[in-house]
């Protein structure tokens, strides 16, 4: 009989430990955090959604007021010549300064080709067989 008794106390031990091994050792070792964890990372919360929600109001309100900057700079480049002109402090008028920078723009032409840096003769000079062939040939 003491042997039955005996037994019986390990099986009675055996499962007495396997109880608590099934509802303690999960917070002993921390796995109720990490479930907690993954729940919260696989269905996220209304507080999470209504987080989302603020941000998203958020980037709205930013893009919004982006748009309302671009808005306005728009219209400060259709500024006219003349005005463009005067806020550069001169008193041209716009004939006056389109015939200027006509003429301006023509004498940069000139004095382009005339000092060697047209476009046939900066390529010729920057080959070193045109090179070569000018110095001998």
């Given at each position: 009989?003491?042997m039955q008794?005996?037994?019986?106390?390990?099986?009675?031990?055996?499962?007495?430990?396997?109880i608590a091994w099934v509802?303690v050792?999960?917070?002993?070792?921390?796995?109720?955090?990490a479930?907690?964890?993954r729940?919260?990372v696989?269905k996220?919360?209304p507080?999470?959604?209504q987080?989302d929600?603020?941000?998203r109001?958020r980037r709205?309100q930013?893009e919004?007021?982006?748009?309302?900057?671009d808005?306005?700079r728009q219209k400060?480049?259709?500024?006219?010549?003349?005005t463009?002109?005067?806020?550069?402090?001169?008193?041209?008028s716009?004939q006056?300064?389109w015939?200027?920078?006509?003429?301006l723009g023509?004498a940069?032409?000139?004095?382009?080709?005339?000092?060697g840096?047209?476009?046939?003769?900066?390529?010729a000079?920057?080959?070193?067989?045109a090179?070569?062939?000018?110095?001998g040939?």
């Open positions: 009989m003491s008794i005996l037994a019986l106390a390990f099986l009675a031990a055996t499962a007495i430990g396997g509802f050792y999960p917070s002993l070792s921390g796995q109720n955090k479930e907690a964890r729940a919260s696989g996220p919360e507080a999470a959604r987080a929600k603020n941000q109001s709205e930013v919004g007021t982006l748009k309302e900057l808005a306005r400060d480049k259709k500024v006219a010549l003349g463009r002109i005067t806020q550069a402090g001169l008193t041209w716009v006056k300064f015939t200027i920078s006509g003429i023509a940069a032409f000139v004095l382009t080709f005339l000092g840096g047209g476009l046939l003769g900066a390529a000079s920057a080959s070193p067989q090179s070569a062939c000018r110095a040939c």
